[in-house]
């Protein structure tokens, strides 16, 4: 569907709480992958299984069954040992009430998780990351005299600060009023973009269509097929037909992720579909 | 590691260590914290202890002759060996806890 390697794929994973009678199919048989480049959001009612899949895809949780590969790096063969590693090094996670540890400041917040937090490059780092997200007079603050947007951006900081390729958030956006919100799903948005990275979204929260390239329902630990994405010819990525902004063009319909990429469609339609025939 | 050792004095928290763990700290590293944490709490607590025996221990023989003081390297050392293990024993409790934090948990609300 996409080019390139897939960041995250899955295989077949079923998740299986308790045993016996009292067993939970949290996910079942589920396929799944995601590209660089690409925001994806999974969507579904409660106990649908969203945070089950997040966990298995961010190495914190193992699957009953399945395969699970991270960046090339299959990790339900690795050690429990080794997984920490892989989160720390893979994957950045963005949560629903933040998570931040409330006694370090936000650089520090930022900088702990980072390989060599004391080093001189570790702080610039650090400390570029929150300046590219607006919180520049920001950075000795505790994360008791921020406000929820202001938490969630330092929470994006440290998803990001050892360049990860996975950014994985589970309803990133619950705790904030729509503003906040829609900023932060901006930025998530930017960051799949513009610093080409893979970022994989659970939520029930509507609002969050609007920065998806692609949208998927998950119900009863099953994706839903139903959804049907086509890729956008101007930036090459999939779209889900259903609300997206369309254009007819010669007797076809193409899809849009976004209205920058239609205008610039409409301006000179043929260099887009020859690009598309290749 | 100043920001991690000033913030784990503070620590009693188990949903912090479950952050810690979920963005990739390794169980063994937050052992080691605690047992650092609880090895220098025990080596202040012995030499802060230690200065005021010196320092107050002439003034206390002055008021009370009969109260005789006399630190000897012996007693100096066996005072250490109980605060290292006391230290040691201090940490037993949290790094047990620590162990059995799911950092799944701090996914829910
Ligand atoms: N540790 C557990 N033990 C037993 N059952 C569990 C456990 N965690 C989740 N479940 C069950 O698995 C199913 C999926 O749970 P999950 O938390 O993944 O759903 P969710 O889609 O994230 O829901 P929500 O929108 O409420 O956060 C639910 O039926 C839930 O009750
Ligand atoms: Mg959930």
């Known amino acids: ?278 | 590691m100043a920001g991690l050792t000033i913030y784990t004095a503070t620590v009693e928290k188990a949903r912090e260590y479950g952050i810690l763990k979920a963005v990739g700290f390794t169980n063994r590293y937050l052992y080691r914290v605690v047992l650092e944490q609880s090895l220098v709490t025990g080596l202040i607590g012995f030499v802060v202890g230690m200065g005021l025996t010196l320092v107050a221990g002439p003034f206390a023989q002055n008021l009370v002759p009969q109260f005789v003081i006399l630190v000897r390297w012996q007693d100096l050392l066996a005072v250490f060996g109980v605060t290292l293990l006391m230290a040691l024993f201090a940490a037993y409790i949290p790094v047990r806890r620590l162990a059995q934090i799911d950092p799944v948990a701090v996914f829910k609300g």
């Open chain 1, 1 to 278: 569907m996409s080019e390139g390697n897939a960041v995250l794929r899955m295989d077949a994973v079923t998740k299986v709480y308790g045993s016996g009678e009292a067993a939970v199919f949290a996910l079942d048989k589920v396929d799944f992958e995601a590209y660089p480049g690409e925001v994806v959001v999974v969507m579904g009612p409660s106990g649908a299984g969203k945070t089950t899949f997040l966990t298995i895809a961010g190495a914190l949780l193992r699957p009953t069954e399945g395969r699970v590969e991270i960046a090339g790096t299959e990790i339900t063969s690795l050690k429990e040992n080794r997984l920490p590693f892989v989160r720390r090094e893979r994957v950045g996670f963005i949560f629903q009430n933040f998570n931040l540890l409330e006694a370090l400041t936000g650089l520090e917040n930022v900088r702990l998780v980072m390989m060599d937090p004391d080093s001189r490059g570790s702080v610039n780092r650090a400390r570029e990351l929150l300046e590219m997200f607006g919180l520049g007079h920001r950075l000795n603050s505790l994360p008791k005299n921020l406000s929820g947007g202001e938490k969630q951006r330092v929470g994006i900081a440290r998803a990001l600060a050892n360049n990860p390729d996975l950014i994985l958030a589970d309803e990133p956006t619950a705790n904030l009023d729509s503003k906040r919100g829609q900023e932060v799903m901006q930025l998530l948005r930017q960051i799949a973009l513009e610093l080409h990275r893979t970022v994989v979204i659970v939520s029930h929260d509507h609002r969050i269509r609007e920065v998806a390239h692609r949208v998927l329902w998950l119900e009863d630990g099953r994706f839903r097929a139903d959804v049907i994405t086509e890729r956008d010819p101007v930036c090459g990525r999939p779209v889900e037909v259903e609300g997206a902004r369309t254009v007819e063009y010669e007797g076809s319909t193409y899809y849009f992720c976004a209205d920058q990429c239609l205008k610039l469609f409409e301006a000179t339609p043929r260099r887009f579909l020859e690009a598309v025939e290749e």
